[in-house]
């Protein structure tokens, strides 16, 4: 008889420690990895993305997902995933199916030239062509504060929201006792990425830096479960979208910033030789983005992009209907005080509404226009519409010369040539 209870205490034993480990759970947690890889036109901005998300703190093999994310300014958030754990590991043996692919994702060494399949539709989608060393703007620095975020110099008392892959916000405010500054390691067209260490734990009070000399904090927080269990704060690269007018510079500012480079622009098209174009295209032509010279021979207007002006043209004097010719000014002609307001050319009158050197920031609308030619190639638009984008108008109405200027990476560039403003022949 005892030793029929003894039998039963036994196996009742052994099933509720059964139970206990099939049940046992651990803490739950979360590592994302971001990493910029290369940017557009369009602002957007493609991040490979690496994620551990053990949301219920039991047991497995690997939750190991990585993946691809583009992002913009202006609400874009496209996140694929293109290899995860039922690629990487046996299911029943937890054993690596393909150990190679997984450390080459895992180390970031993705070859561009032959993408993915998931990354190659990507690819083409959003037409990246620049790597994030080009257009990283490293001269604009995201400043993350208590209660405050700066941005070039001018904050708002307001802290922007975080966001990371996997539907993971930022938590709340954190204790002013505890909170410290944060600067972005990456920054362009208002997509800041704030690149944090490996995963720390609650016990770690301070952390060490390891192979991520560039490092920045960002504090997370899981979402809840339906069962109400919370998830521990772990660190996690995140993104922050700045709204651009949030931080606008005052347009004052602007007009006394672009003052100098109108005169700068206008004296060297007066000189109109040689030396002049080459400093213009030197100093005033972006190397990438180059220019585009509108003009209008019948009904529509024509867009043509060039790197640079074509200075055979000043040399042998054969301009007629070039980007050159509609750009020259007059050795007498006196440069006038700036005039910021509008000007229109009347084909009636065969006048300008307001005459001399007018300045606005009213530019042509150069996507509108490209748009009226179905041949144009996706990147063209998307190079087009950043280059209008926050341009400003120039107008000699002397010399019937009007050029667009628009700040890129800190310096001002001239981003378009318009012959067609006072053009009457349609």
Same mark, same amino acid.
């Given at each position: 008889?005892?030793?029929?209870?003894?039998?039963?205490?036994?196996?009742?034993?052994?099933?509720?420690?059964?139970?206990?480990?099939?049940?046992?759970?651990?803490?739950?947690?979360?590592?994302? =990895?971001?990493?910029?890889?290369?940017?557009? /036109?369009? @602002?957007?901005? !493609? %991040?490979? *993305?690496?994620?551990? +998300?053990?949301? #219920?703190?039991?047991?497995?093999?690997?939750?190991?997902?990585?993946?691809?994310?583009?992002?913009?300014?202006?609400?874009?958030?496209?996140?694929?995933?293109?290899?995860?754990?039922?690629?990487?590991?046996?299911?029943?043996?937890?054993?690596?199916?393909?150990?190679?692919?997984?450390?080459?994702?895992?180390?970031?060494?993705?070859?561009?030239?032959?993408?993915?399949?998931?990354?190659?539709?990507?690819?083409?989608?959003?037409?990246?062509?620049?790597?994030?060393?080009?257009?990283?703007?490293?001269?604009?620095?995201?400043?993350?504060?208590?209660?405050?975020?700066?941005?070039?110099?001018?904050?708002?008392?307001?802290?922007?929201?975080?966001?990371?892959?996997?539907?993971?916000?930022?938590?709340?405010?954190?204790?002013?006792?505890?909170? =410290?500054?944060?600067?972005?390691?990456?920054? /362009?067209? @208002?997509?800041? !990425? %704030?690149? *944090?260490?490996?995963? +720390?734990?609650? #016990?770690?009070?301070?952390?060490?830096?390891?192979?991520?000399?560039?490092?920045?904090?960002?504090?997370?927080?899981?979402?809840?479960?339906?069962?109400?269990?919370?998830?521990?704060?772990?660190?996690?690269?995140?993104?922050?979208?700045?709204?651009?007018?949030?931080?606008?510079?005052?347009?004052?500012?602007?007009?006394?910033?672009?003052?100098?480079?109108?005169?700068?622009?206008?004296?060297?098209?007066?000189?109109?030789?040689?030396?002049?174009?080459?400093?213009?295209?030197?100093?005033?032509?972006?190397?990438?983005?180059?220019?585009?010279?509108?003009?209008?021979?019948?009904?529509?207007?024509?867009?043509?992009?060039?790197?640079?002006?074509?200075?055979?043209?000043?040399?042998?004097?054969?301009?007629?209907?070039?980007?050159?010719?509609?750009?020259?000014?007059?050795?007498?002609?006196?440069?006038?005080?700036?005039?910021?307001?509008? *000007?229109?050319?009347?084909?009636?009158?065969?006048?300008?509404?307001?005459?001399?050197?007018?300045?606005?920031?009213?530019?042509?609308?150069?996507?509108?226009?490209?748009?009226?030619?179905?041949?144009?190639?996706?990147?063209?638009?998307?190079?087009?519409?950043?280059?209008?984008?926050?341009?400003?108008?120039?107008?000699?109405?002397?010399?019937?010369?009007?050029?667009?200027?628009?700040?890129?990476?800190?310096?001002?560039?001239?981003?378009?040539?318009?012959?067609?403003?006072?053009?009457?022949?349609?």
């Amino acid at each position: 008889m005892c030793m029929k209870i003894k039998t039963e205490w036994l196996l009742l034993i052994g099933l509720l420690l059964l139970n206990i480990n099939l049940f046992a759970t651990g803490s739950p947690y979360a590592n994302i =990895k971001l990493k910029p890889i290369a940017t557009n /036109y369009g @602002g957007q901005v !493609l %991040f490979q *993305t690496f994620s551990d +998300v053990n949301r #219920e703190g039991s047991y497995s093999c690997s939750s190991d997902k990585f993946g691809w994310l583009v992002v913009s300014a202006d609400g874009l958030w496209d996140e694929r995933v293109a290899y995860g754990n039922a690629e990487i590991f046996d299911k029943s043996s937890c054993e690596f199916r393909d150990k190679e692919k997984y450390e080459a994702y895992k180390n970031g060494k993705i070859n561009l030239k032959n993408p993915d399949a998931v990354l190659k539709k990507m690819l083409e989608e959003y037409q990246f062509n620049r790597t994030v060393e080009v257009s990283n703007e490293r001269f604009k620095v995201l400043e993350l504060k208590p209660k405050q975020s700066c941005l070039g110099g001018k904050c708002i008392e307001q802290v922007l929201p975080q966001k990371s892959i996997g539907g993971l916000l930022s938590t709340a405010l954190v204790p002013s006792k505890d909170a =410290k500054s944060l600067r972005s390691s990456f920054y /362009y067209e @208002g997509v800041a !990425l %704030f690149r *944090t260490p490996n995963y +720390v734990d609650e #016990e770690t009070t301070l952390y060490s830096k390891g192979d991520n000399k560039n490092g920045y904090e960002s504090l997370f927080n899981l979402p809840k479960q339906p069962r109400g269990r919370e998830f521990y704060e772990v660190y996690i690269d995140t993104v922050v979208f700045v709204d651009p007018f949030r931080f606008r510079v005052p347009k004052a500012k602007v007009k006394k910033e672009i003052e100098e480079v109108v005169y700068d622009v206008v004296k060297l098209l007066k000189n109109a030789d040689v030396q002049s174009f080459e400093t213009i295209n030197k100093k005033y032509i972006h190397p990438k983005y180059g220019f585009y010279f509108v003009q209008r021979p019948g009904v529509m207007d024509y867009f043509y992009h060039y790197k640079k002006f074509n200075i055979d043209n000043v040399i042998n004097k054969r301009r007629a209907y070039t980007a050159i010719d509609s750009i020259i000014g007059e050795k007498s002609y006196k440069i006038p005080k700036i005039a910021w307001k509008t *000007t229109h050319y009347s084909c009636e009158n065969d006048t300008w509404s307001a005459k001399g050197l007018i300045v606005n920031d009213m530019g042509y609308n150069i996507p509108e226009g490209i748009y009226e030619f179905e041949h144009s190639p996706k990147e063209e638009k998307i190079r087009a519409k950043f280059l209008a984008k926050d341009s400003w108008s120039v107008t000699v109405t002397e010399w019937s010369v009007v050029f667009e200027l628009k700040k890129i990476e800190g310096r001002w560039y001239i981003v378009l040539v318009n012959s067609s403003e006072m053009d009457c022949s349609a």
